[in-house]
């Protein structure tokens, strides 16, 4: 299995609403990473998580909340967002600490808010 | 801080036609090199890597090599097809600090039968 699954697809939400991502990867990778991308722009980390810890926070509103509930899975609760915030959330992962290794992505979750 | 530079198109070409996707970086330790394509609505792929100085990576008829004294990584096809058509994305990932990739900003292909 050399997926990286997201749900959902799609996700339009209101400004007061809480919604949460979900990404999932069975390759025992032990680094997951979340992206934001805007069109024509290209991916903007946002969060990795290594060993099921935050290891980057890439300065990210407080609204953005990710989490790692075990080493095949990964969060991002998402509260009182924005319509700026409106982008294509992409989920990645990666064995750690191997800088010549690739990201594996998921499909991402488009998201938007109004 | 590291970073990648890449023509930023649109490149538009004939199918057939030969490709060329310039590819520059600044990194402070020793990065591998990486070309990530982008189809319409999708996540990113990896289409080829190489980890170190004169790797060529290739994938699908796609090539690219690691030029250190260039510090370069510019993709190429012989022959693109219709299907080519995508958004590509040249990234590097330090070996000292492995836990981000840095993009560059992509370069928007079409090809036209």
């Known amino acids: 299995d050399t997926e990286v699954t997201q749900t959902p697809k799609h996700l339009v939400m209101g400004m007061t609403n809480k919604k949460s991502l979900k990404c999932e990867q069975h390759?025992?990778?032990?680094?997951m990473y979340w992206y934001k991308q805007k069109a024509k722009k290209p991916p903007e980390l946002m969060f990795v998580?290594?060993?099921?810890?935050?290891?980057i926070n890439e300065s990210v509103p407080s609204r953005f909340s990710p989490e790692c509930p075990n080493s095949s899975l990964l969060n991002l609760h998402l509260h009182a967002l924005q319509p700026e915030d409106s982008a294509l959330y992409l989920c990645?992962?990666?064995?750690?600490?191997?800088?010549?290794?690739?990201?594996?992505f998921g499909q991402g979750t488009r998201l938007t808010v109004v | 801080g590291d970073s990648v530079t890449q023509m930023e198109g649109p490149v538009t070409l004939s199918e057939e036609a030969f490709l060329t996707i310039n590819c520059t970086y600044t990194?402070?330790?020793?990065?591998?090199l990486f070309w990530y394509v982008q189809y319409p609505g999708e996540g990113l792929q990896l289409l080829l890597k190489?980890?170190?100085?004169?790797d060529k990576g290739s994938n699908k008829g796609f090539e690219a090599t690691y030029r250190k004294e260039t510090t370069s990584f510019h993709l190429e096809k012989g022959s693109v097809q219709v299907s080519d058509s995508a958004v590509y994305f040249c990234?590097?990932?330090?070996?000292?600090?492995?836990?981000?990739?840095?993009f560059g900003p992509g370069t928007r292909l079409s090809v036209l039968p």
């Open positions: 990194a402070t330790g020793y990065p591998s």
């Open positions: 998580y290594s060993y099921e810890k935050l290891s």
């Open positions: 390759m025992g990778h032990r680094a």
């Open positions: 990645a992962s990666r064995p750690p600490g191997q800088g010549n290794t690739e990201a594996f």
């Open positions: 190489a980890t170190k100085a004169d």
């Open positions: 990234a590097l990932s330090d070996h000292n600090y492995g836990q981000n990739f840095v």
